[in-house]
């Protein structure tokens, strides 16, 4: 694609960095459970304590991708990589965009020494499941997923132990 810039997210892209995540959030079927604000991602990514990092996909100076990802620790393996998303506008799409956010990301666990990275894709994804199933990772039906939301978390009872 001509006039792709890969780089590293930076403050002044919050406003579109949250757009994207709006927008995978509509493609996703659940635009209502976003609840991040601009705000929360320059705190979270460009403050004192950022915890996570983000690469970002211009074209003709539009910001068109995005990749975040923070560091996921296992007792296991040590020091690993959690790609969070890739997100290309809808717009943009098919262009090999994603190929080159996924690589800047796979760049980026090299760069840290990472002993493994890994993510997630949502099994109806099947265009997102053929554009991984490239780059020859494992598939892990194993795990299942598990949560606490904000408000299950400030609910929270804890059981007195003997």
Sequence with gaps: MENLLIRPARKEDAVEILRLIKELAEFERAPHEVTNTVEQILKDGFGTN???????????????????????????????????????????????????????????????????MIWQVLDWNVDAIRFYERYGPDFDGEWINVKLSKQQITDFKFHPRD
């Design 50 to 116: 950022p915890v996570f990092k983000a690469g970002v996909a211009e074209s003709d100076g539009k910001i068109v991708g995005l990749y975040l990802w923070y560091i996921r620790y296992s007792t296991w393996k040590g020091k690993g990589l959690y790609l969070e998303d890739i997100i290309v506008n809808e717009n943009y799409r098919n262009r090999g965009i994603g190929a080159h956010l996924f690589e800047a990301c796979v760049a980026d666990a090299k760069a840290m020494d990472a002993n493994f």
